[in-house]
């Protein structure tokens, strides 16, 4: 069984309540995904495996840790490039790996683009990012294309993910952990998160 972990933090409902708004404008909607984006890549990245190192302090020597585990970050473009620079931010020399899908607009089927992991460095385990969570059809491909690689342990990262979506992805790979910032009521005819935030991708780069 997979876990799933909803953020819960006040600071988290305000830039939610910014994304979801209709009325946000492109600068605005940047800046609380960013934002919200600090706050998953500080939770997702709390168990991450260290060693023991002596630090000398100005007075003192004193026990510490630094990270030990390789990980990479996957972004699904277009959406999931936001959130990548607050996982760099907190750890600057993560490897970066892009995974390019749409999802096509008749069937909200993931239809593949963009793939270079068979020259992927080696890590330990890969965070996959991606604002929004639906039917989860996005989220089993990029999940398939890194085990078709050889990593195995994988998380997903999101801001909004619908229970549906959560639940397809949880009966195909029940190994993979799922946080998001919201866990919202679910899908609509469309296949649209609700309430959700609309397109995200097009709202953050300004393409609506
Ligand atoms: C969105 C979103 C996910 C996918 C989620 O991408 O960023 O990748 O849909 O839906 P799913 O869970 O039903 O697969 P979109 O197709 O809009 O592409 P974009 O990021 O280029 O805008
Ligand atoms: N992709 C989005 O950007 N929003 C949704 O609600 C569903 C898929």
Known sequence: MSRVFELD????????????????????????????GLFLAIEMTKGLATYPIAVETPLMTTRSEEIRERIAIVPVLRAGLALVDPFRKLLPDVSVLHLGMYRDEETAKPVAYYNKLESAPVVDSAIIVDPMLATGGSAISAVAALKSVGIERISVGCVIAAPEGIKTLNQKYDDVTVTACSIDDGLNDMNYIVPGLGDAGDRYFGTV
């Not at 933090?9 to 919200?36: C, M, P, S």
Request: hydrophobic share 40%; no cysteine; proline share 0%.
């Open 9 to 36: 933090h006040v600071i988290v409902k305000h830039y939610l309540g910014i994304l979801r708004n209709r009325d946000t404008d492109t600068a605005q909607f940047r800046e609380a995904l960013d934002n919200l």
